[in-house]
């Protein structure tokens, strides 16, 4: 089955809700994905304008198949006004914050079928909820919220974030259990920093994540560099699948290594996600 566009994309870029200029800006430029922020963007008073900013200029905007929606928090009193917002503009995808409870994630798709929901896992509760979050109709990708994480769990990380290793694993896993696309992992704060953020995005691709978030436009660039396979990377691959089929599927070897059905599915799926990806 092919993967849509919101699937295959290694980069999400956060704009503000009430910044429509932004949004055209980051719609011009590499981002795979532009995400619409009426949560942690926008302070509480911000809103409400913000709503109405949206809808009134909504039309104005292009390749509207790029753009989600993150709304508030479904235990919030926002949460009603933005769900109403996006029954009107009927976004592409909706990204739910704070996701722990699947039961009101199965009310949010019931309202919107046929649109795609990214939750974010963000608290102990989601944690602990992967599974059946990560099975509610609708859903697309799962996404790792980092920094709220830590503070649901009174955590203080070191830079490279090894105290939440078990949770990258574990929403990758969730991720494979369901058939969902690669999960997309957090945000790196410090966006003057793109070391720090490349390997950022390096370990997010050793984990098995498909994706990152990015708070600014510096670092998408380098996201997309890292999260997309190189031109190296698919020549291998294709030779691998060349080299599968000469044999009949059985066990070969390519460049002095032996490669078995492990390898050979590695090769076809990269092939077959990559190949189609509609994405520069």
Request: hydrophobic content about 45%.
């Amino acid at each position: 089955m092919s993967r849509s566009l919101i699937e295959l994309a290694r980069s999400f870029l956060f704009v503000p809700a009430d910044r429509i200029d932004r949004l055209h800006k980051a719609l011009a430029g590499a981002a795979d994905v532009v995400i619409v922020d009426l949560e942690d963007a926008l302070a509480p008073h911000q809103k409400t304008p913000a709503r109405a900013i949206l809808m009134s200029h909504w039309g104005s905007v292009g390749e509207r198949s790029r753009v989600l929606l993150r709304i508030n928090s479904l235990d919030t009193g926002d949460a009603k006004a933005d769900i109403a917002l996006c029954q009107a503009l009927q976004p592409e995808g909706i990204v739910v914050p704070k996701a722990g409870d699947s039961r009101q994630l199965e009310e949010v798709a019931r309202k919107f079928p046929g649109t795609r929901l990214l939750p974010m896992i963000e608290s102990a509760a989601g944690w602990h909820e992967l599974d059946s979050i990560s099975r509610v109709s609708g859903v697309a990708r799962l996404v790792f919220g980092n920094l709220d994480f830590q503070l649901d769990l009174g955590m203080k990380c070191a830079q490279d974030e090894a105290e939440l290793a078990p949770v990258r694993l574990d929403i990758v896993v969730a991720s494979r259990r369901a058939g969902l696309a690669a999960p997309v992992d957090g945000v790196t704060v410090d966006i003057r920093d793109a070391p720090m953020t490349r390997e950022a995005a390096l370990r997010a691709r050793r984990f098995g994540f498909g994706a990152k978030l990015c708070v600014h436009p510096s670092q998408v660039d380098v996201v997309n560099q890292v999260l997309e396979p190189s031109s190296e990377d698919m020549a291998w691959a294709r030779r691998v699948v060349d080299a599968a089929r000469r044999s009949g599927g059985s066990a070969t070897e390519i460049d002095g290594k032996m490669i078995d059905r492990p390898v050979i599915s590695r090769a076809e799926r990269m092939l077959l996600e990559y190949g189609q990806r509609p994405i520069g």
